[in-house]
């Protein structure tokens, strides 16, 4: 049988040639007996000292939890008074603004750039993707026009950040990612945190969600040199889409709506995105 030895004391004067003894503690399906065969012979005070210290412990560990929740609260808050609200920016929409306020940033971040995730810039999120400053991602959501029984499709999940700020404002979600190890990531993220009204799938996004539309938005988040026909194919009449289109260096943010026909297109904002990339097709076999 295999043991571990230890020592403990017990209640005896300090002269007495028994006040510590060597202990074997068995390793295996006696071990629970061992201890508390133990337990039993050492002080109350020691059992006391042990379990103060264990709740010090513990307590110290949940008040560096509420610290860091509260300073990332203070961040979340600044980021809506200064980036968003703020002189320059102009995001208005209220329904945006609470939502920008509420969902937690730094949760879709990776850890070594958590204390960076309300800044005003990207951030990596691994895979050579990004995730968008938080100007962009209000900006794009308040020209989006969300409304509360709308359905939308995300092109770009990335971090899942974009897909939650949407599942806040909209009643269902649907977003593709092509990465797949970022779709499953996302998605795990996502039930973490409580949505659940969004629907990942990893693919390639060029070719929409045909099983799933028609949609009444869909947001890109990705730049492909052209609008895809199949996310305009996938709108619904009336249907608003927000797009960058371009290649990098010289890309624009396109506000679109669907009018019989015709698509009606704006240019909104000069921006910077990872492009849009394609699976490959398999090429067929002879």
Avoid at 110 to 125: G, K, S
Avoid at 264 to 286: C, S
């Amino acid at each position: 049988m295999l043991t571990i030895s230890c020592s403990y004391s017990i209640n005896t004067p300090s002269d007495a040639k028994d006040a510590v003894r060597p202990l074997e503690i068995p390793i295996g399906k006696q071990v629970s007996r061992a201890y508390f065969s133990i337990m039993r012979k050492v002080s109350l005070g020691v059992r006391v000292s042990f379990w103060i210290v264990f709740l010090i412990c513990g307590h110290c560990a949940l008040c560096g939890s509420r610290a860091a929740d509260s300073d990332f609260t203070a961040a979340r808050r600044r980021m809506l008074e200064e980036q968003l609200a703020g002189p320059g920016r102009g995001i208005t929409n209220e329904r945006v603004l609470a939502v920008m306020g509420k969902v937690p940033r730094h949760e879709f971040v990776p850890v070594e750039y958590r204390a960076l995730a309300y800044e005003d810039h990207p951030l990596p999120i691994g895979h050579g993707q990004t995730i968008s400053q938080p100007f962009i991602v209000a900006f794009m959501t308040e020209k989006l026009e969300p409304k509360a029984s709308d359905k939308v499709l995300e092109i770009g999940t990335g971090s899942g950040y974009q897909a939650a700020v949407l599942a806040e404002l909209v009643s269902n979600v649907y977003t593709i990612e092509i990465v797949e190890p970022l779709a499953r990531r996302a998605e795990t993220d996502l039930k973490r945190l409580g949505y659940t009204n969004i629907t990942v799938r990893a693919g390639d996004g060029y070719k929409g969600w045909p099983e799933a539309a028609p949609f009444d938005a869909v947001i890109v988040t990705c730049a492909p040199d052209h609008v895809p026909q199949p996310l305009v194919d996938q709108l619904k009449e009336g249907g608003r889409m927000i797009i960058p289109v371009g290649s990098a260096g010289d890309q624009e943010l396109y506000i679109l709506r669907k009018r019989g026909a015709k698509v009606e297109k704006q240019a909104a904002l000069p921006v910077r995105f990872v492009p849009m990339t394609r699976k490959k097709e398999t090429a067929a076999k002879p």
